[in-house]
């Protein structure tokens, strides 16, 4: 017999759900921004396990607030991550931004702009109505900068997880319609949002040598939309310097819809089995006689973006030392 989902869960955990839904209890964690920088500092050691850091979570007073140390670099070098300023006008500073592909993505969620005192940048909400630094707000960060640090650097702490908090967070914010979740609603994404989204899922790879995912806004003379992710190096005849072939997504630039996914005829060269390697749904289609430039089309149905994400994986992992790497 399959237990109901309370029984499932457990008396006193349906419990707590019940009271919180009603607002009844009020746990310490929900009113996180309410805490002085004590509390918050006992909060963060309660809730993060520190790593291979020097360094542990502190009651920073020459700043007035926490200092965390995040991540090391080379050459034991450390980034530190402050809530500044408790007792008077909050704000968040981290002491090392070098790596570009960081630098990207935090300047496309946030507001950051470099103290010239002392190189160190000051990072607040994109929006202007969001502009007051909370306790919360710095936790997002920090949570945010520990994601790329994983994938990027060593982070010198990590998150506890909690089942039951993030089921409960999950069930309560899409039950009143709050969140989406991007693999519920990707094929909605415009050009604009489904960029962020490509850009945010693939991260370079040892052999990256600098090359990113670009886009490419609509020319005056054109009303196309681009993204493109290079996939690989293949070296020229010559035997110096190298092709950098890329998968090219094609966007209108009035509804910002997918209409086109290109593949460079240099990557077939290399690789003639790329047709069958994407699988049985997909096929190549040559709309330019002239030209031996393969586009992607589906068989049945038209092409989306989830259909993009398929074939990119696909043939970042046909291709010798690809470019990036899936943030799974």
């Not at 969620?109 to 007051?132: A, H, M, Q, W």
């Amino acid at each position: 017999m399959i237990p109901d989902f309370k029984t499932y869960i457990g008396e006193s955990v349906w419990s707590d759900i019940h009271k919180r839904s009603v607002g009844s209890s009020v746990r310490k964690e929900d009113d996180v921004n309410k805490m002085d920088k004590e509390e918050l500092c006992d909060y963060l050691k309660d809730h993060y396990v520190m790593l291979n850091s020097p360094y542990d979570i502190i009651v920073d007073e020459i700043t007035d607030g926490i200092g965390i140390c995040v991540y090391s670099l080379k050459g034991n070098r450390y980034c530190y991550l402050h809530l500044c300023d408790f007792s008077t006008n909050k704000y968040v500073e981290l002491t090392d931004l070098y790596n570009k592909h960081m630098r990207d993505l935090l300047f496309g969620y946030y507001s950051v702009y470099e103290d010239t005192d002392n190189g160190n940048f000051i990072i607040s909400p994109l929006k202007e109505d969001d502009s007051k630094i909370t306790n919360e707000f710095f936790i997002e960060v920090l949570d945010f900068l520990l994601k790329i640090a994983d994938n990027m650097h060593h982070p010198c702490l990590k998150k506890k997880t909690s089942t039951f908090e993030s089921v409960w967070s999950d069930i309560h914010k899409r039950s009143n319609g709050e969140q989406v979740r991007k693999e519920d609603d990707i094929n909605q994404l415009d050009y604009t949002d489904f960029f962020n989204y490509i850009y945010c899922l693939y991260w370079p790879t040892e052999w990256n040598d600098g090359e990113t995912v670009d886009q490419f806004p609509s020319p005056i003379h054109d009303n196309t939309l681009k993204i493109q992710v290079p996939l690989t190096h293949i070296p020229k005849p010559s035997g110096v310097g190298y092709i950098v072939p890329p998968i090219t997504m094609c966007f209108n630039g009035s509804n910002g819809k997918l209409f086109d996914v290109i593949l460079s005829s240099k990557l077939i060269d290399k690789y003639p089995d790329t047709e069958k390697i994407l699988g049985i749904e997909y096929k190549f289609e040559y709309p330019q006689k002239n030209l031996p430039i393969p586009h992607i089309v589906k068989k049945n149905g038209q092409m989306t973006n989830n259909d993009c994400i398929k074939i990119i994986d696909r043939l970042l992992d046909m291709v010798d030392k690809p470019l990036f790497k899936k943030n799974s």
